[in-house]
């Protein structure tokens, strides 16, 4: 078993990650942990980039026809995936089944759930316009295949995108409310707030250990930083498969077409992702960041799964000198 399949094999869709307020902070934990893996290989400048899935919900009953699902980006949208960047990997056969009963999310729900003031109210499954996790949900069904169940979600690589974007909004509702790391949601039996998160036996755990709430920290709040999802005003992000409507103000995903069948493309930028953003010591000075463009980053991903973790590598998770400067050193979002 590669180093990948150790990781995704971590994510059993069990009640202490999921259904309650642990589900913000634990995935966020997994994503970095999945993300120091990448790093260990390829560096600390390398990222998962997120998936918008609004710009493809956009794009109403034509939403299977996106070109997320093409050779150029995530490959084969129904079966075993043998097209795109991630065809025939070794290990688990990727399955998908997209466009399933589930849902993508919508510009309106982002909005629904950003209009709330406490970690309470977009936590509870019973207010359902504003369950964060509960949207989550809608996606991993409708990609279907792996993605549909617990135990395999994390196999299929569109898992790190899609939590990535979860992730991203969180932060953005972390900035709207006063006191975000103490506004842990208590009334969960499953997610006492100082119960240690635990990741199987993969033996590069966080050190020290993270409990619940400490995962609502600015400490772990500050290895987030993103880059703006596409808006019109951005130009879409200069992309080449999103466009602007001009009547709804919104950026959309453009339909798969014949031009984009031949294989995963080295120059198209992201249509549907905004790359997760990496800080370099250099970039720290001047005040830019170096943004990864989905392609190199997809393509890092892939290269992760071929090439296992060399031995002896450092991942004692978190401490103060790999947070400053070589993994994420600076918030966007202040201390």
């Known amino acids: 078993m590669n180093t990948y399949d150790i990781i995704a094999t971590i994510h059993t869709g069990g009640n202490r990650e999921h259904r309650g307020s642990a589900f913000l902070s634990w995935h966020r934990i997994y994503l970095l942990l999945y993300e120091a893996a990448l790093q260990a290989v390829f560096g600390p400048g390398v990222t998962a980039p997120y998936w918008d899935t609004s710009l493809d919900q956009a794009m109403g009953n034509r939403q299977a026809r996106t070109v997320l699902f093409s050779n150029r980006y995530f490959g084969t949208p129904f079966g075993t995936v043998t097209e795109g960047f991630f065809a025939n990997l070794p290990g688990r056969r990727i399955r998908r089944a997209?466009?399933?009963?589930?849902?993508?999310?919508s510009k309106n729900a982002i909005a629904a759930v950003l209009s709330r003031t406490s970690h309470s109210e977009i936590v509870r499954r019973d207010q359902s316009r504003y369950c964060w996790e509960c949207y989550h949900d809608s996606v991993h069904v409708w990609v279907g295949g792996d993605m549909q169940a617990g135990v395999s979600a994390a196999f299929d690589?569109?898992?790190?995108?899609?939590?990535?974007?979860?992730?991203?909004?969180w932060e953005l509702f972390r900035r709207r409310i006063p006191n975000a790391p103490a506004d842990y949601p208590l009334g969960f039996p499953s997610h006492p707030p100082d119960d240690q998160m635990r990741f199987s036996n993969y033996r590069y755990q966080p050190n020290p250990p993270i409990t619940n709430r400490e995962g609502y920290s600015n400490r772990y709040a500050r290895l987030r930083r993103y880059a703006p999802a596409p808006s019109c005003q951005n130009q879409c992000s200069n992309s080449q498969d999103l466009f602007c409507d001009q009547n709804r103000d919104i950026c959309i995903s453009t339909e798969a077409t014949s031009e984009?069948?031949?294989?995963?493309?080295?120059?198209?930028?992201g249509a549907f992702f905004a790359p997760d953003v990496a800080v370099s010591p250099i970039d720290i000075a001047s005040g830019m960041a170096d943004v990864t463009t989905t392609v190199t980053a997809l393509q890092d991903i892939r290269n992760e799964?071929?090439?296992?973790?060399?031995?002896?590598?450092?991942?004692?998770?978190?401490t103060a000198i790999q947070i400053d400067p070589n993994t994420r050193p600076i918030s966007v979002f202040g201390a």
Do not use: T
């Open 260 to 269: 984009v069948s031949g294989g995963p493309s080295e120059g198209g930028s």
């Open 305 to 318: 799964i071929l090439q296992d973790i060399p031995a002896g590598s450092p991942l004692n998770l978190f």
């Open 157 to 169: 690589p569109i898992f790190w995108c899609h939590h990535a974007f979860v992730d991203y909004v």
């Open 98 to 105: 997209i466009n399933s009963p589930g849902g993508l999310i």
